[in-house]
């Protein structure tokens, strides 16, 4: 599975980049950059990102 | 380009007479992205509010507030510093982080029904009388009681808890001060109530939002009991003036659009949400939040230096004709972009999914039974149309809606 984070929807508040740090950042412009893949043991805070997106523009894509 | 002085329209938001829903706050941001202010810059644009909200280089404008109004010491001084709402960086993460799963949106949609079941009860106290004072018959009980609801406090001491946050909130007033012996003395019977909930919680853990956040663990690292106590009590004081007046105002905006109010009555599950989003983008009861510049940086023509206060106007912003059509007025097919009533960025209102959820069981539920909503002659009262807004009394005349026997069996 891959992160993907729709940017149509994304209005770059930045609560997954407190929830999963590893996994998203805000760059200097306060814009939202991310990674793609991830390991098995950040999913739980990956997951706890899906949850507070204000805008629930977060999703995980791919097999299973 | 330069803006002159003169350019930048003017406006004095502490003049008795001002008021956020008026043609000068209009006026003020068709002519200019911002104003300035007796207190601070307020940004007015829709564009410009969206950006600054979210500026890595502000940070929440309101952590010396009692300070600034001469409280320096108590209860209420000491848990304002240490509350989310003022902390910053890794210190207000690390707890957003610990209790944001608390406020997933899966969580509290199961809550719904409870939501729904309690409209109805309301409702039905009043449906007979042909007119109800709105805050007092549901505004009020309705916030109260979606806190109990929430927190597992029994539903029958929601006048104490209305009573004891009201009391805490008169903390957000000018006259903060003058009460602060009240203010502190209603801050610690809140504190007993939260203590006692998470001493409950922490010996008979339940399947509960309390229990979620008294068990909240990151990697070993889980809230203290003080930390506790500071957020429940966040939660009250945070939670009941806000969704209470916000459903003010939702009803005021939408006894002047009758025409809405049937849409929404016709097609309540599909159109519960726009309900929402649509009054709170019109009508918000927060109708500035407030920052504070910590980095200094330029945004278009105006630099700003650390220290400067910035009002993020979401009244102006939500109704900007450059982004709105039709842009006062409710209209619940309409595509809209997104309001910033809660707030943005990293302080974001934590309780949003509960407040959205809970108005997205109110409104429809009264949809669904009264129409032909007339405010009584007389019979209404608001807060100063500023900070944060809504009635203090709204009372309201309707005719029970045909279907409405058959609805309720």
Same mark, same amino acid.
């Given at each position: 599975?891959?992160? @993907?984070?729709? *940017?149509?929807?994304?209005?770059?508040?930045?609560?997954?980049?407190?929830?999963?740090?590893?996994?998203?950042?805000?760059?200097?412009?306060?814009?939202?950059?991310?990674?793609?893949?991830?390991?098995?043991?950040?999913?739980?805070?990956?997951?706890?990102?899906?949850?507070?997106?204000?805008?629930?523009?977060?999703?995980?894509?791919?097999?299973? | /380009?330069?803006?002159?002085?003169?350019?930048?329209?003017?406006?004095?938001?502490?003049?008795? !007479?001002?008021? $956020?829903?008026?043609?000068? +706050?209009?006026?003020?941001?068709?002519?200019?992205?911002?104003?300035?202010?007796?207190?601070?810059?307020?940004?007015?644009?829709?564009?410009?509010?969206?950006?600054?909200?979210?500026?890595? *280089? $502000?940070?929440?404008?309101?952590?010396?507030?009692?300070?600034?109004?001469?409280?320096?010491?108590?209860?209420?001084?000491?848990?304002?510093?240490?509350?989310?709402?003022?902390?910053?960086?890794?210190?207000?993460?690390?707890?957003?982080?610990?209790?944001?799963?608390?406020?997933?949106?899966?969580?509290?949609?199961?809550?719904?029904?409870?939501?729904?079941?309690?409209?109805?009860?309301?409702?039905?106290?009043?449906?007979?009388?042909?007119?109800?004072?709105?805050?007092?018959?549901?505004?009020?009980?309705?916030?109260?009681? +979606?806190?109990?609801?929430?927190?597992?406090?029994?539903?029958? =001491? @929601?006048?104490?808890?209305?009573?004891?946050?009201?009391?805490?909130?008169?903390?957000?007033?000018?006259? &903060?001060?003058?009460?602060?012996? =009240? %203010?502190?003395?209603?801050?610690?019977?809140?504190?007993?109530?939260?203590?006692?909930?998470?001493?409950?919680?922490?010996?008979?853990?339940?399947?509960?939002?309390?229990?979620?956040?008294?068990?909240?663990?990151? !990697?070993?690292?889980?809230?203290?009991?003080?930390?506790?106590?500071?957020?429940?009590?966040?939660?009250?004081?945070?939670? /009941?003036?806000?969704?209470?007046?916000?459903?003010?105002?939702? $009803?005021?905006?939408?006894?002047?659009?009758?025409?809405?109010?049937?849409?929404?009555?016709?097609?309540?599950?599909?159109?519960?949400?726009?309900?929402? =989003?649509?009054?709170?983008?019109?009508?918000?009861?927060?109708?500035?939040? #407030?920052?504070?510049?910590? =980095?200094?940086?330029?945004?278009?023509?105006?630099?700003?230096?650390?220290?400067?206060? +910035?009002?993020?106007?979401?009244?102006?912003?939500?109704?900007?004709?450059?982004?709105?059509?039709?842009?006062? *007025? %409710?209209?619940?097919?309409?595509?809209?972009?997104?309001?910033?009533?809660?707030?943005?960025?990293?302080?974001?209102?934590?309780?949003?999914?509960?407040?959205?959820?809970?108005?997205?069981?109110?409104?429809?539920?009264?949809?669904?039974?009264?129409?032909?909503?007339? +405010?009584?002659?007389?019979?209404?009262? @608001?807060?100063? !149309?500023?900070?944060? #807004?809504?009635?203090?009394?709204?009372? &309201?005349?309707?005719?029970?809606?045909?279907? #409405?026997?058959?609805?309720?069996?």
């Amino acid at each position: 599975m891959k992160i @993907w984070v729709d *940017r149509n929807i994304c209005d770059n508040h930045g609560q997954c980049a407190i929830a999963a740090p590893d996994n998203f950042t805000m760059d200097d412009d306060g814009v939202l950059q991310y990674k793609e893949d991830f390991s098995d043991d950040e999913l739980e805070y990956i997951e706890d990102a899906i949850d507070v997106c204000p805008v629930q523009a977060i999703f995980l894509k791919g097999e299973q | /380009m330069t803006t002159t002085a003169a350019e930048v329209p003017y406006l004095d938001i502490s003049h008795t !007479d001002f008021a $956020m829903a008026s043609e000068a +706050v209009r006026d003020a941001r068709d002519a200019h992205w911002y104003a300035r202010t007796n207190y601070g810059i307020a940004v007015l644009a829709y564009a410009d509010v969206s950006t600054l909200m979210k500026s890595p *280089r $502000m940070i929440q404008g309101s952590a010396k507030w009692p300070q600034h109004h001469g409280v320096h010491d108590g209860l209420f001084h000491d848990w304002w510093a240490r509350n989310l709402l003022v902390l910053e960086g890794e210190d207000h993460h690390r707890i957003r982080r610990l209790a944001n799963p608390a406020f997933s949106p899966r969580k509290i949609k199961a809550l719904g029904h409870r939501f729904d079941e309690l409209a109805e009860e309301l409702i039905d106290q009043w449906i007979d009388d042909g007119e109800v004072e709105f805050v007092e018959g549901f505004a009020a009980p309705f916030a109260t009681r +979606v806190l109990c609801i929430m927190l597992g406090i029994d539903e029958d =001491e @929601w006048p104490i808890i209305n009573r004891l946050a009201s009391t805490v909130g008169a903390a957000l007033g000018v006259n &903060i001060k003058q009460e602060i012996e =009240e %203010i502190d003395a209603a801050l610690e019977e809140l504190h007993r109530y939260a203590d006692k909930l998470i001493s409950d919680r922490q010996q008979n853990p339940k399947d509960d939002f309390v229990t979620r956040l008294v068990d909240a663990n990151r !990697d070993g690292d889980s809230l203290s009991d003080a930390q506790l106590q500071n957020l429940l009590v966040l939660l009250i004081f945070g939670g /009941m003036d806000t969704t209470r007046n916000q459903l003010g105002l939702a $009803m005021q905006s939408f006894i002047r659009q009758p025409h809405q109010w049937e849409l929404l009555a016709s097609r309540p599950a599909e159109l519960a949400e726009a309900a929402v =989003e649509e009054s709170l983008r019109v009508n918000p009861t927060t109708r500035w939040v #407030t920052r504070e510049v910590a =980095e200094a940086f330029e945004h278009k023509d105006l630099k700003f230096q650390p220290g400067d206060t +910035v009002h993020m106007f979401t009244y102006a912003s939500g109704t900007d004709p450059e982004v709105f059509s039709d842009p006062t *007025r %409710i209209n619940l097919e309409a595509e809209r972009k997104p309001h910033y009533a809660f707030g943005g960025g990293v302080h974001h209102c934590l309780g949003h999914f509960v407040a959205r959820s809970d108005m997205q069981a109110a409104l429809p539920a009264l949809a669904a039974r009264i129409t032909n909503l007339r +405010v009584v002659d007389g019979g209404d009262e @608001w807060m100063p !149309d500023s900070g944060n #807004t809504g009635p203090v009394r709204l009372r &309201i005349a309707f005719d029970k809606r045909d279907n #409405t026997s058959q609805n309720q069996g």
